[in-house]
């Protein structure tokens, strides 16, 4: 579903519920200046629609102990649906990303000690038909990807 099909309060909706789902419909509500019936309404709409996927705590995961973070650049021979599956079910495997580019894939790690991280990256390099892998090591998170909130149809660069 593209963003030119959903209403100014659709997208209101969905940038509020980005920003903080925390609370009842109610709260959520009043902050948008809508009926709580619409609101309710509206959201089982996008759930319905596939725009929302659920809800989640936004969790910082370094404050969790999981100090150690890399992405993960992984060159295939085979079959890369399989592979990818493979290494989306491993432990500490945060995201795995289907690119273009030089590598055929590419993952996000997090792990809490040295050891977990070394096993993890060697355990992709286990997988029957990884090539080889390409990793960098996360130094600081400039900008959290779970902060991300979508544009609708607004064309500056500017953070807001």
Request: charged letters at 25%.
């Amino acid at each position: 579903m593209a963003s030119s099909n959903l209403d100014d309060l659709d997208k209101r909706i969905i940038q509020e519920l980005c920003t903080s789902s925390q609370g009842s419909y109610r709260q959520i509500a009043k902050r948008l200046g809508i009926h709580p019936t619409t609101l309710i309404q509206r959201v089982k709409n996008l759930e319905e629609l596939g725009v929302i996927h659920g809800y989640r705590a936004h969790v910082d995961y370094l404050k969790l102990g999981y100090e150690f973070m890399a992405i993960v650049h992984i060159y295939v021979e085979g079959d890369l649906l399989d592979i990818q599956q493979r290494i989306r079910s491993l432990k500490d495997v945060v995201a795995v990303f289907d690119v273009t580019g030089e590598c055929d894939s590419i993952a996000w790690v997090a792990c809490k000690n040295r050891e977990e991280f070394s096993a993890v990256i060697k355990s992709m390099l286990q997988i029957k038909g990884v090539k080889k892998t390409n990793t960098y090591v996360v130094l600081n998170m400039i900008k959290d990807p779970f902060q991300f909130l979508p544009r609708f149809g607004e064309s500056s660069d500017v953070e807001r």
